[in-house]
Structures are given as structure tokens and as C-alpha cells.
């Protein structure tokens, strides 16, 4: 048997100071007291008395008790275990309104007193937690939201260069020059063939030697997105972000707070404030990578891969200036189809970066 715990003398009677709701700060005050001291019972406000029968309870949090694993149980509980440890996680901040108390108990206990109450209070617990997580959320991301939205103001001029870009060497590629880039520089690696001359054993049992075909690595493509067709077109992606961003923070503006806001309405904010700036990351990278394309020379590595007399295709590819010059020999081989691809003054600016976010709340 585990020792008694004896409870302070002041929280064995109750502590009727609580006629109101418990506020933000006062959960804080008490999740903190159980973090630093593993005992809900010495709490100043907490009422170490037993619930009438059929009493009506409000679930505003629930905490746990900070304890090693080893360690089942650790708190007493008033409604059915004064006296010696009863629950560890999951106790609940229990409000009885009626009485204007708040009791500190068990994760389950009150069930044996109020079945249908302790039922409807969980419901009741679930929402709260659900809008206290999205205030949080809202009020975490909402001062960096014009921050983001300015970044992605500043990338859309490039990001429309960097698609006009893809889109048109790509048709180049594939429909006027009829070369098939998207097999052949897949992930960036570009090869040569080599034939070579290799042992092998004859069905008598004796050696010889056979010519086989190698494939031999020749180099890497940097910003092999923008030739290999897993590219994407990223502008009006970044539009519908905005035009979402920009519709949440003009409706948050208007409520003032995140907690004035209808419970659909912040849901919708709460979610789309971290996505839309996850996706804004995303987004800026694979930019960032398909620019390295026309930045990294990777188009003079391309070039000597095409005049190399082993490549599987034969091309030139040059940049002059403000464009992209590309020829092959035609179906002929007679004449050379020669194309120019422009690249927009955009296309190479530096990528903004979406500003850092920084936890203003303690985390619990
Ligand atoms: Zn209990």
C-alpha cells in the first residue's frame, strides 16, 4: 500500500471563488503548478472535495502529471481517492459552475457520479481543446501572413519567366527538334554508350569474348526539373495561395481577434495559414532549383553531352544573352532546325524567402 497523501487544510473544503469561466491564464496557472510540483492538490484553487451526485461539470483542460513511467499513479483524487495516488495523464481541470469551484480529478472518475454529465462533458472538452488549438495556430502564423504574401509578390514575376521558360524549351525539345530529353536526362544523369569487349563461356565450356553495350556516366544536370518534365508550373499556384491568404487576413482584420471568429470560419484559417505557407515553401524551392538551370551551367554541360559522339541524341544547346539557342539535325540529317527559346528578365532574380515564424506562446 502506498503512503497516505495528506492534503493541505485549506483545500479540504471549498474554494467557492470561481464563478466564472475559467480563463486562458488560469489553465496556464494551473497546468503550470502541476508541471512544477506533480501535485494537483496543493493548487490554491483547487477544492479537494467530493461532487454531489449527478453534479454538472465543465471539462475546461486536462493535464498530466508529470511522474517517471515506472510510476502508475501518482495524484490523490477527490471524487473517489482522497487520500492516496489514483491517475497520472489525462486528469481533467473540472469546473462546477453551481458551486464555483474548480476540482482537480481522475481522467474517468466523475463517470461513477454523472454519467451522462462526465459524457457530454468530454464533447463539450474536445471542442474547446479544437478552438484553443486553432486561436493558437491563427495567432502564431497571423503576424507573418503579410510577410509571406509580400514574398510571394516577389516571386510571381520570376515564377512566370521560370514556367514561360519550361513551357517553351520543352516544346522546342520535344515537338520541333522531336528529341526525347524527359527519357534520356531523367533525374539529371546523362550518359554515353561504350562498347566493350567482355569474357564470357560458351555452351562447350570454353572462353571467349563478346562486344556489350555500357551505358557510362558523362555528368550530372543541375535544375533537371526544367528539362526533364517533373518541373512544375508554379504561378498560378502562388496566385490562388494569395488570393486565399488575402481574403483569411482581410476577414481576421475584421473580427479583430482570432476568438470572435465563427467556428467554421477559423477552422478554415487555422488550416490554410500553415498550408499555404508550406506550400509557399515548396514552391519557392522547386523554383529556386529549376533557376539553377539556367544559373549553374548546366546548359554547357548539356551542350558538350550533345556533341559528344557517343550521347543517345545529337544536339546543340547554347545560351546567348537573354535566350536559349537550340539545333539539331533534322529528320534529314541535311539541314539543321535551328530554335531560340527567350528567357524573361525575371527569370534569374534572386528568390525571396518567406519569413520565419516565431512562437509567441508558451507550448504546454
Ligand atoms: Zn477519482
Not at 524551392?285 to 558538350?304: K, N, P, V
Request: net charge neutral.
Amino acid at each position: 500500500m502506498s503512503t497516505r497523501i495528506e492534503i493541505p487544510e485549506a483545500n479540504l473544503q471549498n474554494i467557492s471563488i470561481f464563478s466564472t469561466e475559467p480563463s486562458d491564464e488560469l489553465i496556464e496557472e494551473i497546468k503550470q503548478h502541476v508541471r512544477l510540483t506533480s501535485s494537483p492538490h496543493t493548487w490554491r484553487g483547487h477544492s479537494h472535495t467530493k461532487p454531489d451526485k449527478g453534479a454538472f461539470v465543465v471539462y475546461v483542460e486536462e493535464f498530466d502529471v508529470p511522474a517517471p513511467d515506472s510510476v502508475p499513479r501518482v495524484a490523490p483524487c477527490p471524487c473517489c481517492n482522497p487520500h492516496h495516488p489514483q491517475y497520472k495523464n489525462k486528469g481533467k481541470i473540472a469546473w462546477f459552475p453551481h458551486e464555483s469551484v474548480i476540482r482537480l480529478i481522475g481522467p474517468q472518475c466523475f463517470a461513477a457520479i454523472n454519467s451522462g454529465g462526465h459524457d457530454a462533458a468530454i464533447i463539450d472538452l474536445r471542442k474547446r481543446q479544437k478552438r484553443r488549438d486553432e486561436v493558437a495556430t491563427i495567432a502564431l502564423h497571423a503576424p507573418g501572413i503579410d510577410g509571406l504574401i509580400a514574398a510571394i509578390d516577389e516571386a510571381l514575376p520570376i515564377a512566370e519567366d521560370l514556367d514561360n521558360f519550361m513551357r517553351e524549351i520543352n516544346r522546342v525539345i520535344e515537338n520541333e527538334l522531336r528529341l526525347q530529353f524527359w527519357r534520356e536526362v531523367k533525374d539529371g544523369n546523362l550518359t554515353t554508350s561504350e562498347t566493350r569487349r567482355v569474357p564470357f563461356q560458351k555452351a562447350d565450356g570454353t572462353g571467349g569474348e563478346r562486344e556489350e553495350e555500357f551505358r557510362v556516366p558523362f555528368a550530372q544536370i543541375v535544375g533537371h526539373t526544367m528539362i526533364d518534365r517533373s518541373g512544375q508550373i508554379s504561378a498560378n499556384k502562388l496566385k490562388l495561395i494569395r488570393s486565399g491568404l488575402g481574403v483569411f487576413v482581410a476577414r481576421l482584420r475584421e473580427a479583430i481577434v482570432p476568438d470572435a471568429l465563427g467556428d467554421a470560419e477559423r477552422e478554415k484559417i487555422a488550416d490554410a495559414f500553415p498550408k499555404g505557407r508550406a506550400a509557399v515553401i515548396e514552391l519557392l524551392a522547386e523554383m529556386a532549383d529549376r533557376q539553377r538551370f539556367l544559373t549553374s551551367g548546366a546548359i554547357e554541360t548539356l551542350r558538350r553531352w550533345g556533341q559528344h559522339q557517343n550521347a543517345p541524341i545529337r544536339f546543340s544547346i547554347e545560351r546567348k544573352k537573354s535566350e536559349v539557342i537550340l539545333s539539331a539535325p533534322d529528320r534529314s540529317r541535311i539541314t539543321l532546325a535551328v530554335h531560340s527559346v527567350p528567357i524573361g528578365d525575371s527569370a534569374t532574380k534572386s528568390i525571396p524567402e518567406v519569413p520565419e515564424i516565431r512562437t509567441v506562446f508558451p507550448q504546454s
